[in-house]
């Protein structure tokens, strides 16, 4: 079972600003371990969104933004496009039971 | 550019076996840790193994210890993932991943569906 809990989906219109949370524990965001998001367009595999909590990699548009506080990060989308519909998964290391990566349980981004 | 091609994936019984493969090129595979990621509906993204440049160090999560082995071979820039004792909740697609310096998960395969049953 997944360790990071997101919302289930979020929506917005084109040109909108959409959030998504990331919850964990003292185990693992709360231990100061870095956050990733990841993108997953349909019928594909996941994609490096953001890394080390708010770094895009090359290529990636700068709509997308990423932050962290306490035991939680966030992934924000501005100027939401059409394009963006996908599901986000956000991951980080837990140093619990021996220490293992863990990803969110993800979220379904529509836009209307 | 980075490829990753998986293969081997199938239908296998309840205690079967199956071993899944990665095809590596773009760039010099064996200066690079490589993992397994699993996707499957009920569980979502999970990390299943890693390996390191010289096969000395790998790790796996609980639910495989005993039963999965990831191996390489980097003179043919090949991962693998030896499957044993397979069971239902094994079913899943399987991406062969190359992780980045940060606990991240940089470059990913296109994906291979292992589905146990009987």
């Known amino acids: 079972q997944s360790v990071l809990t997101q919302p289930p989906s979020v929506s917005g219109a084109p040109g909108q600003r959409v959030t998504i949370s990331c919850t964990g524990s003292?185990?693992?965001?709360?231990?100061?371990?870095?956050v990733h998001w990841y993108q997953q367009l349909p019928g594909t595999a996941p994609k490096l969104l953001i890394y080390?909590?708010?770094n895009r990699p090359s290529g990636v548009p700068d709509r997308f933004s990423g932050s962290k506080s306490g035991t939680s990060a966030s992934l924000a989308i501005t100027g939401l496009q059409a394009e963006d519909e996908a599901d986000y998964y956000c991951?980080?290391?837990?140093?619990?039971?021996?220490?293992?990566?863990?990803f969110g349980t993800g979220t379904k981004v529509t836009v209307l | 550019e980075v490829q990753l091609v998986e293969s081997g994936g199938g239908l296998v019984q309840p205690g079967g076996s199956l071993r899944l493969s990665c095809a590596a090129s773009?760039?010099?595979?064996?200066?690079?840790?490589m993992s397994w990621v699993r996707q499957s509906p009920g569980k979502g993204l999970e990390w299943v193994a890693n390996?390191?440049?010289?096969?000395?160090?790998?790790y796996y999560v609980d639910s495989v210890k005993g039963r999965f082995t990831i191996s390489r071979d980097n003179a043919k820039n090949s991962l693998y993932l030896q499957m044993n004792s397979l069971r239902g909740e094994d079913t899943a697609v399987y991406y062969c991943?190359?992780?980045?310096?940060?606990?991240?998960?940089?470059?990913w395969g296109q994906g291979t569906q292992v589905t146990v049953s009987s």
């Open positions: 773009g760039f010099t595979f064996s200066y690079y840790w």
């Open positions: 003292s185990s693992n965001i709360g231990a100061g371990y870095n």
């Open positions: 390996i390191n440049q010289d096969e000395n160090e790998r």
């Open positions: 991943v190359r992780p980045g310096d940060h606990n991240n998960f940089d470059d």
């Open positions: 991951q980080s290391y837990d140093s619990s039971l021996g220490g293992s990566y863990v």
């Open positions: 080390n909590d708010n």
